[in-house]
Antibody
Framework: QVQLVESGGGVVQPGRSLRLSCATS????????IHWVRQAPGKGLEWVAV????????FYADSVTGRFTFSRDNSRNTLYLQMNSLRPEDTAVYYC??????????????WGQGTLVTVSS | QSVLTQPPSVSGAPGQRVTISCTGS?????????VHWYQQLPGTAPKLLIY???NRPSGVPDRFAGSRSGTSASLAITGLQAEDEADYYC????????????FGPGTKVTVL
């Protein structure tokens, strides 16, 4: 079955960096776009970034543009979110989520369990 | 502030029907972009409930139904059950510069 497992979360000081990972299995990894979606404590869902199936196209929410970098290793079925210059407002559970693999179709059909990032001094 | 709007909460007794609205604009739902719905049970990750306005993934009961019209969409839950108590989010795509994928703020469904 499709699985996405995030790791790498933790407590980090403002201005520092953190790298999240998302290990996947159960589907043809190189055929699907993958997204990061975050949820601040007690708040709603916020889309963060997407990477295309081949890794050539990446798009980011304004709130993270220039600070976060999304990459993928299709040989390891794993994705990475490098988060630099972290701010307290980046505190959230970060989910990786799989797209449906259909051109022009934009939803998230499988989600990981999430990893908590806390930015605090 | 969310690009899509939802009521903060709805409630109903077991067996009743409840609906959740999702209102957008001409740059998202009104532009013809599909609406999708997610259910988030307490302490868990979101789960796809409805995709493409009115399609249910395998395993989602037919008590859940989605629809879209104009700049709005709605999710109906019929025969409300205790296990339906959760947060529900609508989601679409927005063509405004750099908005991309947008979510509603979420609606808490309470089973009385």
């Amino acid at each position: 079955q499709v699985q996405l497992v995030e790791s790498g979360g933790g407590v980090v000081q403002p201005g520092r960096s953190l790298r999240l990972s998302c290990a996947t299995s159960g589907f043809t990894f190189s055929s699907f776009d993958i997204h990061w979606v975050r949820q601040a404590p007690g708040k709603g869902l916020e889309w963060v970034a997407v990477i295309s199936s081949d890794g050539t196209n990446k798009f980011y929410a304004d709130s993270v543009t220039g600070r976060f970098t999304f990459s993928r290793d299709n040989s390891r079925n794993t994705l990475y979110l490098q988060m630099n210059s972290l701010r307290p407002e980046d505190t959230a559970v970060y989910y990786c989520a799989k797209g449906p693999g259909l051109v022009g179709v934009a939803y998230f059909d499988h989600w990981g369990q999430g990893t908590l990032v806390t930015v605090s001094s | 502030q969310s690009v899509l709007t939802q009521p903060p909460s709805v409630s109903g007794a077991p067996g009743q029907r409840v609906t959740i609205s999702c209102t957008g604009s001409n740059s998202n739902i009104g532009a013809g972009y599909d609406v999708h719905w997610y259910q988030q049970l307490p302490g868990t990750a979101p789960k796809l409930l409805i995709y493409g306005n009115n399609n249910r993934p395998s395993g989602v009961p037919d008590r859940f139904a989605g629809s879209r019209s104009g700049t709005s969409a709605s999710l109906a839950i019929t025969g409300l059950q205790a296990e339906d108590e959760a947060d529900y989010y609508c989601q679409s795509y927005d063509s405004n510069l750099s908005l991309y994928y947008v979510f509603g703020p979420g609606t808490k469904v309470t089973v009385l």
